[in-house]
């Protein structure tokens, strides 16, 4: 897990007010500790947490431990990223998507109403 510190975990408890009250659009990385696919996507966001420093909040969720989130959500398959905007969900991913595809869904949500 060392490779993905920069970004921030979220769970069931407090997803509500790190994700949906956040004041930036942020992206959640729906993964699980045993999933080979959710390491590279992990890679891709830690790169991206400085990028996008002051623009979008990064953010992971592990699905074996919080699966209200998931359930509500209708994750069925990991890596899922999911962006978030003011409460909504703007943009969506699914599986090991490459850097380019990730930095499209970001820029999306930024120039919807930036």
Same mark, same amino acid.
């Given at each position: 897990?060392?490779?993905?510190?920069? =970004?921030?975990? +979220?769970?069931?408890?407090?997803?509500?007010?790190?994700?949906?009250?956040?004041e $930036? %659009?942020?992206?959640?990385? /729906?993964?699980?500790?045993?999933?080979? %696919?959710?390491?590279?996507? &992990?890679?891709?966001?830690?790169?991206l947490?400085?990028? !996008?420093?002051?623009k979008?909040?990064?953010t992971?969720?592990?699905?074996?431990? #919080?699966?209200?989130?998931?359930t509500? !959500?209708? =994750?069925? #398959?990991i890596?899922?990223?999911?962006? /978030?905007?003011?409460?909504? +969900? $703007? &943009?969506?991913?699914?599986?090991s $998507?490459?850097?380019?595809? +990730?930095e499209?869904?970001?820029?999306k949500a930024?120039?919807a109403?930036?």
């Amino acid at each position: 897990m060392a490779d993905r510190d920069k =970004v921030s975990e +979220v769970t069931d408890g407090n997803f509500q007010e790190e994700v949906l009250k956040a004041e $930036v %659009p942020t992206l959640v990385d /729906f993964w699980a500790t045993w999933c080979v %696919p959710c390491k590279a996507v &992990g890679s891709i966001l830690e790169e991206l947490v400085e990028q !996008y420093e002051d623009k979008v909040k990064i953010t992971k969720l592990n699905v074996d431990d #919080s699966p209200r989130t998931c359930t509500k !959500y209708g =994750v069925r #398959s990991i890596p899922t990223l999911i962006l /978030f905007k003011e409460g909504k +969900v $703007v &943009g969506q991913e699914i599986g090991s $998507v490459p850097r380019g595809r +990730v930095e499209n869904l970001i820029n999306k949500a930024l120039g919807a109403g930036s």
